[in-house]
């Protein structure tokens, strides 16, 4: 490589060394997995908007299994969109990790590059006995060292920005497919506004009489459902009443107790699960 070594008292550098271009490599590789994320989200945005704060995913969990068999998912089934998202996730997580160890791997091989050209040099440079010669070796060989170094951290630094970019879309997309599910799947779960109840009173420890309020159109079931609320809740029959309120629509339901009214309505509990998602990526940026 130092072929062009003169005795008159210089070291010269050949210049039309290679230099591997690694940047060129990996900067193609993270577009066509961008290009591929781009694609997914693109598939999985359709969600609606639109409801207020409540539950969180335990919750919601459980409600789903209180009712065992009867419920019919007409549209998605949400077991099957979580499991492909969170396939989703881990495929465009292998990729970022596939695309960083190739850089990494083009960074050591190019310092194993530089470090036989130093010692070239070096080894020239003695043998010569031209001191000036070996000064200007060294120098390039410290020249490509720093732009590799420099190269080296402009890649990590891109591996985190995308990273950090998508993550929050995963959240969002996970978000907009539990509230596609819920709203276009649970209009027709029977036990849904019974279930919200007896979560919520289940958490009221310290109260001891309860009003429930609910649509007309939910009222023939959550009141055939009463003794099943007395019992998970340990509430006695006196101090339980379940009331008609024509201000509330469908899966709409409140408590009043003498420490006050709260909103267990099936929109809210979906609008609190949308933001705990969404604080969940936010913490992590």
């Known amino acids: 490589m130092y072929s062009n070594l003169y005795k008159a008292g210089w070291v010269m550098m050949d210049s039309d060394a290679r230099v591997i271009d690694s940047n060129e490599l990996v900067e193609s590789k993270l577009k066509e997995a961008a290009a591929i994320q781009l694609a997914k989200e693109e598939a999985l945005q359709g969600g609606e908007e639109g409801f207020n704060p409540g539950l969180d995913s335990e919750v919601v969990d459980a409600l789903l299994a209180k009712d065992g068999g009867e419920s019919v998912m007409k549209s998605v089934s949400l077991k099957e969109e979580k499991a492909e998202l969170e396939q989703e996730i881990e495929e465009a997580n292998e990729k970022l990790e596939e695309l960083k160890a190739q850089a990494d791997q083009m960074i050591k091989e190019a ?21 000036s010669g070996y000064e200007e070796g060294m120098a390039q060989v410290q020249a490509l ?14 591996y985190e920005s995308i990273l950090e970019e998508l993550e929050p879309q ?4 996970l978000a907009g497919i539990y509230e596609h599910i819920f709203k276009v799947d649970l209009s027709g ?17 310290y109260a001891k009489s309860f009003i429930v309020h609910v649509s007309k159109k939910d009222y023939p079931k959550v009141s055939a459902q009463k003794g099943r609320i007395q019992e998970e809740t340990g509430t006695l029959a006196d101090n339980l009443e379940i009331i008609t309120d024509v201000t509330l629509s469908d899966a709409q339901c409140m408590i009043e107790t003498e420490g006050g009214i ?10 609190e699960l949308k933001r705990k998602l969404r604080l969940l990526s936010y913490r992590k940026m």
């Open 262 to 271: 709260y909103d267990c309505s099936l929109g809210t509990e979906l609008e």
């Open 111 to 131: 310092e194993e590059q530089i470090e036989k050209m130093r010692v070239d040099a070096l080894s020239e440079a003695k043998e010569q006995g031209y001191q």
């Open 145 to 158: 060292k720093d732009e590799y170094i420099q190269e080296k951290e402009n890649l990590e630094k891109e």
């Open 189 to 205: 779960y029977d036990q849904i506004v019974t279930n919200l109840l007896i979560d919520t009173m289940q958490k009221m420890n």
């Open 170 to 173: 995963f959240i969002e997309n």
